[in-house]
């Protein structure tokens, strides 16, 4: 087997904290960090070093007890048989189909407090009616009332994920997905039947002395990222819209700044709303509590995808996304972090050992040694945040205040865009067609085309670094930016979010930013568009099948690609790969464990793109990367006929 080698420079920090980050009020923090002992993941992966090149490039197994194996010279097979591409492909479908996991479970707990909420079993409301109505529509369900049709909506959603019989998909994936691509999936035979099945059957291909084929085996990964965006992506997105409100246009801020001194301050880490909102409703409630205490007031703000939605459907401040996250606790200023699931680092207690800070879990499948244990039981969910935010209020005397430094910075951002709220601004242009004038704007070329910038952070890469940098160059050229997840803070930290922001576009799409805007009542829209969680790349998916229905045209063909510049998560590459079986050409850096499988590597950055109409790219110099996304715009403009 011929081995690939692929030794990209990845843009890694020096010691000092500014070659770390180029989030301002992040290194200031490391610096106290440094001062004061305390360890972060940058120090972390730095002890790291250098990492194990078998494991790097794929070429390792430890499925079975005969190894662990790795492929090396005197050793072209592991010792079941397995050869290099065998275990790389196996390594990359057990990897998309943990990230579908963590989306499906995510999709589930939605859906079952959506069945327990319409039954009257928990206390959360159905704020967005229309949007159940639009969902309820389209999957073909009819009901008498609000009530009736999302218990009906639920029980869909939960058999989606449940679904064992053969010849049959998913509904979240027919209501979604263009027809175009449907075909293409049932012709290579990955059309998956329910989300639970797809998962257990990846699961079992990979384990030793199954599917050792390595292009069935990225097969395997491609069905596994369809359920992860049908069945995770769009499902909870739709879910979390009905049960919490569809996203509108509003100014929040963000960075460090976001937290007060003279107040309690509560940071809601993880995924998923149901907690966070609950946190917020009982820190309302509670204000007079913390101002017996000598606060003024109590301070709800976001970190990583928590954040988002709460940033994107209530203004809640966001502190900042996954990098920020020990750093917030750093400030000495954090009375508790309340966490739920995913992105979490198990070391936040260690470094809340230097402060006051109380760590508090709250899911049954996700607790941290150290940390204080208060599981969030949706029926008892009001008397639970009020316990939690109750503690925080405590924990305020106990703030040592020669350990408090907040970073005096903070951005404007404007947030919560949806397909909605883009359809609702363009209406105000063109009632009777409300897509017109982004379809016209984008064959004049004003807008050359758009990019998804998302994902998480690395400390392999210097914090925002991608995001932000690469986001600059594309709007320079009148390329639009839709950000979901970690990167959107990003961007939200670097001013691009900003209505000012608009001036760093190209003139072409400043015009168009500056008539959206208006429309919208602001100076301007921004340049990067915040489009919320990692779960809410399904909006982007949205929006994509809308222009492909309004032009006629496939979306493998539009002018459009994706980017995971600073990709941690198995999530990443379980939405990156969803991303590209849509036909969407999806930049990942850095790149996943392929390398040591020249075929693997040239399948999926080359051959797959005869089957999907796209593939992936590699890249770690942010401005050679927006040059390809560039270049690939323009490839597609001229095949549609449109000036480059």
């Not at 009819?142 to 998913?170: C, F, M, S, Y």
């Not at 606060?295 to 954040?307: F, L, M, P, Q, S």
């Not at 392999?460 to 600059?472: G, L, P, Q, S, T």
């Not at 072409?508 to 829209?525: N, P």
């Amino acid at each position: 087997m011929e081995k690939l080698h692929i030794k990209e420079k990845l843009h890694l920090k020096e010691s000092a904290p500014g070659e770390l980050s180029i989030d301002v009020a992040n290194v200031e923090l490391l610096e106290k960090a440094s001062n004061e002992g305390i360890k972060t993941v940058f120090d972390r992966e730095k002890d790291q070093e250098p990492h194990c090149s078998y494991c790097v490039e794929g070429v390792s197994c430890r499925i079975c007890l005969m190894g662990p194996c790795r492929i090396t010279k005197k050793a072209d097979r592991g010792v079941c048989g397995a050869t290099g591409d065998t275990m790389v492909a196996r390594g990359l479908l057990r990897n998309v189909s943990g990230g579908a996991a963590a989306h499906l479970d995510h999709a589930r707990h939605a859906a079952l407090i959506l069945l327990e909420a319409a039954e009257g079993k928990v206390p959360y409301e159905i704020k967005d009616e229309k949007k159940l109505r639009t969902i309820a529509k389209a999957l073909g369900i009819k009901g008498d009332g609000k009530k009736d049709l999302a218990i009906k909506v639920a029980k869909k959603a939960l058999e989606d994920l449940g679904r064992q019989e053969p010849n049959e998909t998913l509904a979240w994936l027919k209501m979604h997905a263009p027809e175009e691509r449907i075909e293409t999936w049932r012709n290579l035979g990955v059309l998956p039947v329910g989300g639970d099945r797809t998962i257990t059957e990846s699961m079992h291909r990979t384990t030793m002395g199954s599917d050792a084929d390595p292009v069935n085996l990225l097969l395997g990964a491609i069905k596994s990222a369809l359920v992860d965006g049908y069945a995770g992506l769009h499902m909870a997105s739709d879910i979390q819209d009905i049960l919490f409100g569809t996203p509108t246009p509003k100014m929040s801020k963000a960075s460090f700044g976001v937290i007060a001194e003279d107040h309690v301050n509560i940071a809601v880490h993880g995924h998923v709303p149901i907690l966070s909102e609950k946190i917020v409703e009982a820190a309302d409630r509670l204000q007079k509590e913390a101002k017996k205490e000598g606060a003024k007031g109590i301070n709800v703000v976001g970190i990583c995808c928590t954040g988002n939605e709460l940033l994107m459907r209530q203004g809640i401040p966001i502190a900042g996304n996954e990098l920020n996250s020990e750093l917030a606790i750093v400030s000495g200023a954090l009375e508790a972090m309340a966490v739920d699931i995913q992105c979490i680092y198990p070391s936040v207690t260690k470094v809340a050992e230097g402060y006051h800070t109380k760590i508090i879990t709250t899911s049954p499948i996700a607790k941290i040694p150290g940390a204080e244990h208060i599981e969030f039981e949706e029926s008892r969910a009001d008397e639970v945040a009020d316990e939690i935010v109750r503690k925080a209020i405590k924990n305020f005397k106990n703030r040592d205040p020669d350990k408090v430094q907040i970073p005096n910075i903070t951005t404007e951002a404007m947030v919560g865009f949806s397909v909605e709220s883009i359809v609702d601004v363009l209406a105000k242009i063109s009632p009777e067609d409300p897509l017109k004038p982004l379809v016209d704007n984008i064959a004049n070329g004003n807008i050359k085309g758009a990019v998804a910038i998302v994902g998480c952070n690395n400390p392999k890469v210097k914090h925002d670094f991608m995001h932000v940098r690469i986001a600059e160059d594309l709007i320079k050229n009148d390329i639009l930016v839709i950000a979901t997840g970690c990167a959107a803070i990003a961007h939200a930290k670097g001013g691009l979010m900003s209505p000012e922001g608009y001036k760093k576009a190209g003139k072409g799409l400043q015009a168009v930013l500056k008539v959206l805007g208006e429309a919208a009542g602001v100076e301007a829209l921004p340049p990067v568009l915040h489009f919320g969680s990692c779960v809410d790349n399904g909006r982007i998916g949205v929006l994509l099948k809308a222009l492909s229905d309004k032009l006629g045209v496939p979306i493998k063909d539009l002018p459009v690609a994706a980017s995971a510049p600073e990709a941690t998560t198995e999530k990443a590459l379980s939405i990156g790969t969803w991303a590209v079986s849509l036909g969407v050409t999806t930049h990942v850096n850095p790149l996943p464990r392929i390398t040591g499988s020249a075929a693997v590597t040239k399948l999926l950055t080359k051959d797959i793109e005869s089957l999907l109409g796209a593939k992936f790219i590699g890249g770690s110099n942010p401005h050679e990367v927006a040059k390809t996304l560039k270049k690939h715009i323009e490839e597609k403009r001229k095949k549609l006929g449109l000036a480059a």
